[in-house]
């Protein structure tokens, strides 16, 4: 009995967003990379294919972490001391492009310089993260924004508090923002309507709907961007930009990732556990529907790498 | 499909005799669409109304239950496409496969069975074996008995020796693995005779929908999927396709389904898993004993599970940790199950006493409920005097979460007498700071 399949018919879909410019297009870098376009919950190809493939962005600091887990530090070695090799490993690992987050101790000058070099060491596109401290991302993010002006740059993080200055200076360089809401569609939607109220061109916004590890609020992230999926197939402009989210920042951040003695023993081994949490925490984003997932360990970045392969190209 | 009050008043006998304790049938009809009387209160409803009444009410995926003795594993049942929607009910049973010609069978169940993890105050393990047969089933599950009381998934295409192997297992519900276009007829027979569950495998959904109605005819209800595809995204789509068009009450296809999570390599096994968990499995195997991969599945499984309305949540109080002294630290907490226990877990394990008061933020974490005016100055106070911390302690020195050190101010103001400490920002970095600052 040939069974019908029930399709879905939306009436909206998600934006399409370039990240990085070519030296054709007035930037630098070798390639870019387009996320979005999405017609459908994510993957449905009996709906319509998946015009582009989420990308996985590695995250990479300016300074040496010190409070990140063992692990990391032993797979980045002596690469964590200078962006510009770190950046060059993570491009070797698979990444599609980088996330170089910048330190509360970087001068303007330092964080210029930061940003330089890596994109000197490498072609791929770059997103860069102030501190997250207001006054202080404003001053480094403006600086380095009038630096690589026409590099397509993604600046972050915009929050509701903390987004006009960002917002102006990528408008005024040629850059897109990363635009962060507190795990609600309808603050999500808002901050986005407020930063395209600047006047921000749409195909320069990346949504962030914030999201948490696994084990530790994942599940309410998981669901807000199903709703913000839903929301913008179902034709709502404001939420049709494509998602970013930071698994490998979160999952790092956990016991279960940072932590190798005094567990418990059903935890098991830990340098296994800890990618299984960053790839299991990504993996139910992925599905979700997100764009880009900002990843920490090489290997995890591996294996999501292999499940979107297989789930684009079913 | 649920039908509305006009079409179950077209079932009624509509002669309006008011026996049912309403006026009219129509009255009656309408309260049964509201599922707020039971059928059985009218005594004049014909068979063949009952019977379409019954379909009507039957979930659109249907229940199934694993038993064996004392433990049980249910699935199916479930009513929407997204967790946000309502919520998911039955969690998916996590299954390890063993084989039969396997020499360490015992020990390795026996070892499997004794995984046992915590996760926020819940303990987890696995739900039960698929032995497969590629030796000697009833030897195998005879084994495999001895050493533990879960359910048991059998693999095996011999009727045979599938019927000597669950006639070991009587009042037991267990799973065969799989009923194909080749031998369903006497699988269907060997299910049906022992009440066993019949998973059901075809290439595509079509082949699997005929299939399911054949076998129904042979008399067996109860009945699992198996959806086939070759890689994550073929199977996303079956997932997907089967569970709408069973939520649209397409009853050949409205069974929990099962899948292999190693079937593309033990390499790819844990991701295959977790996307079977988020995306409408109801039985998942894996080949690997391995706890750091089962822990995180069984965590994703709990997290994509909870009522989405509802965190889960810790009783407000104080809790003793360490059999506490009256010199002992008071550190303050908020009622979220995960906040409770990462903070619970942490000064438990460090072998330090203190007094955790755990207050009413709505089961919020630390963060949130601070964002969300739940936790403040007003409200840790409140929880302090409320429970009378005063009378248990000789140190009126008490310590809140790093993440809210901005509260301290005002809490000191609030608690006049009290010393009030900012701790670390994240609960690991607790016992250092027990060590090193509360002394
Ligand atoms: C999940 C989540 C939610 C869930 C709620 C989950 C819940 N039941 O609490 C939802 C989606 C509902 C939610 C809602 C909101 N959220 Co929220 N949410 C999160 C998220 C992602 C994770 C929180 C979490 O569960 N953490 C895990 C638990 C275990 O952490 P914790 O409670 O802090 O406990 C740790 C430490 O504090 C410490 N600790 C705990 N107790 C103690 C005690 C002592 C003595 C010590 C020393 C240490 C200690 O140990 C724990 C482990 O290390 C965070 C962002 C993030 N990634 O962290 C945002 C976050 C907390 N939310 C935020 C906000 C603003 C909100 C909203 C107000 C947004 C809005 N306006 O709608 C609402 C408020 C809710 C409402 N109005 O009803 C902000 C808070 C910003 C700020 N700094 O003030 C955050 C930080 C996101 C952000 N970056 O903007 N949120
Ligand atoms: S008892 Fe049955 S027949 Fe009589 S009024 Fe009620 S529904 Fe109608």
New binding site residues.
């Given amino acids: 009995m040939p069974i019908e399949i029930p399709k879905d018919k939306w009436p909206g879909s998600i934006r399409t967003v370039t990240i990085g410019a070519t030296s054709a297009e007035g930037g630098t870098r070798a390639k870019t990379v387009t996320v979005g376009g999405g017609t459908t919950m994510p993957y449905l190809h009996f709906e319509a294919p998946t015009p582009n493939k989420p990308a996985i962005a590695i995250e990479i600091k300016s300074r040496k972490p010190e409070d990140w887990s063992p692990l990391l530090a032993e797979v980045w070695g002596a690469a964590m001391a200078d962006p510009a090799q770190w950046a060059k490993k993570a491009e070797e690992a698979g990444a599609d492009l980088l996330v170089l987050a910048l330190t509360v101790e970087d001068s303007p000058e330092d964080a210029v310089k930061a940003v330089k070099s890596v994109l000197g060491a490498t072609g791929l596109p770059l997103i860069v993260w102030g501190p997250g401290q207001a006054e202080k991302d404003n001053e480094l993010l403006v600086a380095v924004a009038e630096a690589a002006k026409g590099e397509r740059l993604v600046l972050g993080i915009c929050?509701d508090k903390n987004y006009r200055t960002i917002v102006a200076t990528a408008m005024a360089n040629g850059h897109l923002v990363q635009a962060?809401a507190?795990?609600?569609v309808n603050?999500s939607k808002q901050l986005n309507i407020l930063i395209s109220d600047m006047g921000m061109p749409k195909d320069r916004i990346l949504m962030d709907p914030?999201?948490?590890a696994l084990g530790?609020?994942m599940e309410?992230?998981y669901s807000?961007m199903e709703r913000l999926r839903l929301a913008a197939l179902q034709g709502d402009a404001m939420t049709q930009f494509p998602m970013i989210v930071t698994p490998g920042f979160?999952a790092w951040k956990t016991k279960e990732a940072k932590v190798g003695e005094g567990i418990p023993e059903a935890w098991g081994d830990w340098k296994a556990r800890a990618i299984h949490w960053e790839t299991l925490t990504a993996l139910a984003l992925v599905e979700s529907g997100a764009d880009i997932v900002v990843l920490r360990h090489p290997e995890s970045v591996k294996r999501v790498k292999d499940a979107i392969g297989e789930l684009v190209v079913a | 499909m649920a039908l509305s009050g006009i079409q179950i008043y077209k079932l009624l006998p509509q002669t309006n005799c008011k026996e049912c304790g309403f006026p009219t049938c129509l009255a009656f009809a309408m309260k049964l669409a509201a599922k707020q009387v039971e059928l059985g209160a009218c005594p004049y409803v014909s068979e063949e109304s009952k019977k379409q009444l019954a379909e009507s009410a039957a979930p659109p995926i249907r229940l199934v239950t694993l038993k064996a003795d004392g433990n049980e594993v249910k699935v199916g049942n479930e009513v929407v496409m997204y967790r946000h929607e309502k919520t998911f009910y039955n969690k998916p049973g996590l299954f390890l496969r063993v084989k039969a010609s396997d020499p360490d069978l015992a020990k390795k169940v026996t070892q499997a069975d004794a995984y046992k993890v915590n996760y926020v105050g819940m303990d987890f393990s696995l739900n039960g074996y698929a032995i497969e047969a590629d030796g000697d089933l009833t030897a195998a599950v005879k084994t495999v008995r001895e050493v533990t009381k879960r359910p048991l998934i059998l693999i095996s295409n011999d009727a045979a020796a599938l019927d000597s192997s669950l006639s070991l297992l009587a009042g037991e519900t267990a799973l065969i693995y799989a009923a194909s276009e080749s031998n369903y007829e006497s699988l269907a027979e060997v299910a049906k005779k022992h009440k066993a569950v019949l998973a059901v495998k075809a290439d595509t959904l079509d082949a699997l929908a005929d299939l399911t109605q054949k076998i129904q005819t042979k008399g067996v209800e109860d009945m699992v999927l198996d959806l086939g595809g070759k890689n994550l995204g073929d199977w996303l789509m079956r997932s997907t396709q089967v569970r709408r068009l069973a939520l649209k009450n397409f009853r050949p296809l409205g069974y929990p389904v099962i899948f292999f999570a190693a079937q593309n390599g033990v390499e790819k096994e844990a991701v295959y898993a977790a996307q079977a968990i988020a995306k409408y499995a109801g039985f998942v195997v894996i080949d690997t004993f391995a706890p750091e991969m089962i822990y995180p599945l069984l965590v994703l499984r709990e997290n994509l599970y909870t009522d989405p309305q509802k965190?889960i949540q810790v009783q407000p109080g104080v809790y003793e940790i360490n059999s506490p002294k009256p010199e002992s630290p008071v550190?303050?907490?908020?009622n979220?199950s995960?906040?409770y226990f990462?903070?619970a877990n942490e000064v438990e394990g460090s072998g330090l006493p203190a007094w955790l008061v755990v207050t009413d933020a709505e089961?919020?974490?630390?963060?949130?409920?601070?964002?969300?005016g739940k936790f403040d100055a007003e409200r840790i106070a409140k929880a302090i005097k409320g429970f009378n911390v005063a009378d248990k302690v000789s140190k009126k020195r008490l310590?809140?979460?790093?993440?809210v050190a901005v509260l301290s101010g005002e809490v000191e103001e609030e608690l006049p007498g009290w010393e009030v400490r900012v701790?670390?920002?994240?609960?690991?970095d607790?016992p250092a700071?027990m060590k090193q600052a509360l002394n």
């Fill in positions: 929050e962060r507190p795990m609600d603050l914030t999201t948490g530790y609020g309410y992230g807000v979160e | 965190p550190l303050v907490t908020t979220f995960i906040t990462a903070v089961g919020m974490s630390v963060l949130t409920a601070w964002a969300a310590v809140l979460p790093g993440h701790g670390p920002r994240e609960a690991v607790l700071f």
